[in-house]
T-cell receptor, first 114, second 115 residues
C-alpha cells in the first residue's frame, strides 16, 4: 500500500531564508511523487513531480524537491522564501502499478514572515 | 490554458436532500477523480474513474455517493441523501493518460454546506 507523510503541520520561516517542507513515503515499488500548493479558498496547483532520472527536480515559482530513495523522502525546498509563498503544501504519491490511486499527505502550512 | 471547471462554487442544502456536483475535466484527459477537503485540512480521496467506470473508491465513498460521465464531457458526483458530515469542499481532478506520470489538474472546488 502507498502512503505519504508530512511530519510538520506548520513551518515558519523568515522572508529571504531558505525553506524546507518535509515529505516521506512508504511504497511497494517506485512511485511517482508530486508537490502541490493550495492558497486559501482555491484548488490545488501543481508545483513539480519526480518521475525518474535526476534526483533534484525543479518546478514552478523557484521551488525544487530532492528525491532520496534510501530515506524514502521527497522534501520541498526553496533557497529564498517570499511572503507570497505562504500557503498550504501537499505532497502526493501515485502508484506506478495502479494509476487510479493518487494519495495526498496531510498538508503543511507554510508561514513566511516579513 | 486548459482547466478543470466545477459548478456550483457553493451549494447550501438541507440534510437528506440530494446534491449533484458538476465538473468539466480537461478535454483530452482520461483519468478523473473526486476528492474532498474538510475545513482546509487533509485532501481525502473519494473515487477515481477511468474508461467509463469506477476504478478505485475509498471507504468514504459509500452507497450514498455515485459518479457519472453522462455525455463525454461532464463528470458528476451525486450525494443521494446528504448528512451534516458531508459538509466539505469537493474537488474534481483529471489527468492525461501518460502512463501514470501525469499530474492531476484540479478545479477550484465546490463548497457544500449541509444544514
Amino acid at each position: 500500500a502507498q502512503s505519504v507523510a508530512q511530519p510538520e503541520d506548520q513551518v515558519n520561516v523568515a522572508e529571504g531564508n531558505p525553506l524546507t517542507v518535509k515529505c516521506t513515503y512508504s511504497v511497494s515499488g517506485n512511485p511517482y511523487l508530486f508537490w502541490y500548493v493550495q492558497y486559501p479558498n482555491r484548488g490545488l496547483q501543481f508545483l513539480l513531480k519526480y518521475i525518474t532520472g535526476d534526483n533534484l527536480v525543479k518546478g514552478s515559482y523557484g521551488f525544487e524537491a530532492e528525491f532520496n530513495k534510501s530515506q524514502t523522502s521527497f522534501h520541498l525546498k526553496k533557497p529564498s522564501a517570499l511572503v507570497s509563498d505562504s500557503a498550504l503544501y501537499f505532497c502526493a504519491v501515485r502508484d506506478r502499478g495502479n494509476f487510479n490511486k493518487f494519495y495526498f499527505g496531510s498538508g503543511t502550512k507554510l508561514n513566511v514572515k516579513p | 490554458e486548459p482547466e478543470v471547471t466545477q459548478t456550483p462554487s457553493h451549494q447550501v442544502t438541507q440534510m437528506g436532500q440530494e446534491v449533484i456536483l458538476r465538473c468539466v475535466p480537461i478535454s483530452n484527459h482520461l483519468y478523473f477523480y473526486w476528492y474532498r477537503q474538510i475545513l482546509g485540512q487533509k485532501v481525502e480521496f473519494l473515487v477515481s474513474f477511468y474508461n467509463n467506470e469506477i476504478s478505485e473508491k475509498s471507504e468514504i465513498f459509500d452507497d450514498q455517493f455515485s459518479v457519472e460521465r453522462p455525455d463525454g464531457s461532464n463528470f458528476t458526483l451525486k450525494i443521494r441523501s446528504t448528512k451534516l458530515e458531508d459538509s466539505a469542499m469537493y474537488f474534481c481532478a483529471s489527468s492525461a493518460g501518460t502512463g501514470g506520470s501525469g499530474e492531476l489538474f484540479f478545479g477550484e472546488g465546490s463548497r457544500l454546506t449541509v444544514l
